[in-house]
């Protein structure tokens, strides 16, 4: 089957990229090391893809399922467009600051050859990371609109590569759970697998399949079917059968494939932000991205005190007071004895008739803890449940705006329906045109709006330490050591990070206030760095801090970087990641499980001279998963440093030029 394959690809070279009569097209990118070839095959379209010569899919069959019936088979090819692309942009927030894009790209018109004469134009980009492809949908004489029934993407995967991937129930998820990996001859068929999903093909070919700039669209997932790699999309909510309605012309989000022969390579990808338009506003500067409290998470402690701690001005001060000291840029506003910060007659967090998150509860005053808060240089963001702010959108972001409210936490989403994903989209919006941030929270993964919409911070998308408040398994080093292989390849990941009370796993316990961790201390620390998140939560409480080993790295370490390398990686086993801010270098190295010694490799630094903060674990972490060693030096590119990780340990450093 490879052997016919690049066969094909070889002898379609020889064809004139002009021919209308032209059945075969290929496409490659700029370094030629990734191959696309597409083909009618009897009227229906497939294509394959090669890196380095191997083959990665091979010929996969494209398809789309409308309300007046299937588009697939019985068609022509237009004539089709090649061209070259490129691209030097600035992102705002972002693992990297400036981006060079460089592609290569394909436009393929397909037509039915009988009645009713639809007509589908595939639009494929080939980058030197991977490649992407979209569906775009034209106003044709006999239809202005589309109903999408299906969207039948295949990927028919080369051989038996590994699965690392989050199985799911159903589409209404906040798409939390532990990952799993297996062969692809072992994946259970029809079960829904979120994205990114990760493929490690042999000879170290890795493929990452997500998808980007998802806007007035269904969310994506992939499902075995039948032995096929498929897409599914997300149906509409009270009917399942329809996932897409829209007035043409119309497009699909783009379905990417992150390729390289080094894991770190798709880490280090900007292909989601480069598939995004620009933004459209041109004033960001009012927009800071940072790290922000979330006293949820440690049970809004507070020291004894004076005055009752609840849902008030004193128990917020205290937190403010601890970011003004610290430099944490933002305190968050969330509840207190499980009632949320607003008026609210609904229980457990759901709103209820009379739900208004205009109307802070009794006793806060919202107007003073934003004008507090801003005269120690700390802005404020609030908790809200999704429809209680939907509801009242525009009445919501007028009132928080004069309050001085500077950010959202919008959350219990758990949907990625064309109608979510609308509505997400206009929560963006208009919270940018009210100065306001906003981090998605049970909501679905990134797809690189956070080009258009710089003020999407984050979002989660995935299973994390929040769980450690109620769940008997603690989330482990074993589950940490997936997220930058599956869920980070697809951006920004909201982590409750920051739990400064480790234990030895014998001596975890479910604590829904002072929650406990079994990862060590350091490699707390290091998640700051290996995880892209633009929003960095704080989550602990201020005496869990100060004072304590290792809180300097937190407050000093950025959220937004402007260049981000990948040293060392290995899926499921550990990864070392450098990020620069300005002049300065943060890496983070953790673990899973296994304790395992590294050789840091520092070129990255070049020729200048640094100095370097090094965080690491203690010989008895075993027994105190708290201890570090901090040890300063003298640092150059030259220098390999030598670091022993504990079993769910980790390492971090800050890196300052001299």
Request: charged letters at 20%; one cysteine or more; proline letters at 6%.
């Amino acid at each position: 089957m490879m052997r016919l394959f690049w066969i094909s690809f070889l002898l379609c070279l020889f064809i004139s990229k002009n021919s209308r009569a032209q059945k075969v097209l290929n496409l490659k990118s700029p370094s030629e090391n990734i191959g696309y070839s597409f083909k009618l095959n009897q009227g229906s379209a497939e294509y394959g893809v090669i890196f380095r010569k191997k083959l990665l899919i091979n010929y996969s069959p494209l398809s789309l399922v409308f309300n007046d019936g299937p588009f697939g088979k019985g068609l022509k090819m237009g004539k089709p467009i090649f061209r070259q692309g490129s691209e030097n942009y600035e992102l705002i927030v972002g693992k990297n600051r400036k981006i060079h894009s460089r592609y290569n790209e394909l436009l393929i018109p397909l037509e039915e050859i009988n009645l009713p004469r639809r007509r589908v134009n595939l639009r494929v980009r080939a980058f030197d990371d991977g490649l992407a492809f979209r569906y775009e949908f034209p106003i044709c004489k006999t239809q202005d609109s589309l109903i999408l029934l299906n969207e039948n993407s295949s990927f028919v995967l080369a051989g038996n590569p590994l699965v690392r991937t989050l199985f799911l129930p159903s589409y209404t998820t906040s798409h939390e759970g532990l990952y799993s990996l297996l062969p692809w001859n072992e994946v259970k068929e029809d079960t829904l697998m979120d994205m990114p999903a990760l493929f490690e093909f042999p000879d170290q070919k890795f493929l990452a399949i997500t998808e980007a700039a998802l806007l007035d669209y269904a969310g994506m997932y992939l499902v075995k079917h039948d032995g096929v790699l498929l897409s599914k999309l997300s149906p509409l909510p009270h009917r399942a059968t329809v996932k897409v309605k829209a007035v043409l012309p119309h497009q699909s989000p783009w379905r990417v494939l992150m390729i390289s022969d080094r894991v770190g390579a798709l880490i280090e990808s900007n292909i989601l932000t480069n598939l995004n338009d620009p933004p459209k506003m041109k004033d960001w500067s009012w927009l800071k991205p940072g790290k922000t409290t979330f006293p949820w998470w440690n049970g809004n402690i507070t020291p004894d005190t004076s005055f009752a701690p609840g849902n008030n001005f004193e128990t917020n001060k205290y937190y403010i007071d601890f970011c003004a000291r610290n430099g944490i840029e933002y305190h968050s506003v969330v509840e207190y004895g499980l009632h949320e910060w607003y008026s609210n007659d609904g229980a457990n967090f759901m709103p209820g008739p009379h739900a208004d998150p205009t109307k802070p509860v009794p006793g806060l005053d919202m107007q003073e803890i934003c004008d507090y808060a801003k005269s120690k240089g700390v802005g404020i963001r609030v908790w809200v449940y999704w429809s209680a702010l939907y509801a009242k959108l525009d009445s919501a972001l007028d009132q928080f705006q004069k309050w001085g409210i500077t950010g959202l936490m919008v959350d219990f989403m758990d949907r990625d329906d064309q109608e979510m994903v609308n509505i997400q989209t206009e929560i963006l919006e208009k919270a940018a045109r009210h100065h306001i941030h906003i981090q998605f929270h049970g909501a679905y993964k990134p797809t690189g709006l956070s080009r258009t919409f710089p003020n999407e911070f984050t979002r989660e998308g995935t299973l994390n330490y929040e769980s450690n408040k109620w769940n008997e398994e603690a989330i482990s080093a074993d589950h940490d050591i997936n997220m930058p292989f599956t869920r980070m390849l697809a951006g920004s990941t909201d982590y409750h990070l920051g739990g400064f009370r480790a234990v030895p796993t014998c001596k975890y316990k479910v604590q829904y206030t002072r929650p406990l961790m079994i990862s060590t201390r350091c490699h707390m620390l290091a998640m700051y760095v290996v995880l892209e998140n633009y929003l960095g939560m704080v989550c602990d409480f201020p005496a869990a801090y100060e004072g304590q080993p290792g809180f300097e790295f937190i407050r000093e370490v950025p959220t937004v970087w402007d260049e981000t390398r990948v040293i060392d990686a290995k899926p499921g086993e550990y990864i070392v990641i450098a990020r620069r801010k300005n002049t300065d270098w943060y890496v983070g190295c953790i673990t899973n499980h296994e304790s395992r010694k590294l050789s840091i490799s520092m070129n990255f630094l070049g020729n200048a001279n640094y100095e370097a903060d090094i965080f690491a674990d203690a010989p008895d972490v075993q027994n105190d998963p708290n201890h570090l060693i901090k040890q300063t030096r003298a640092i150059s590119g030259a220098d390999n440093i030598t670091i022993f990780l504990a079993p769910g340990g980790g390492a971090a450093m800050q890196i300052r030029a001299r």
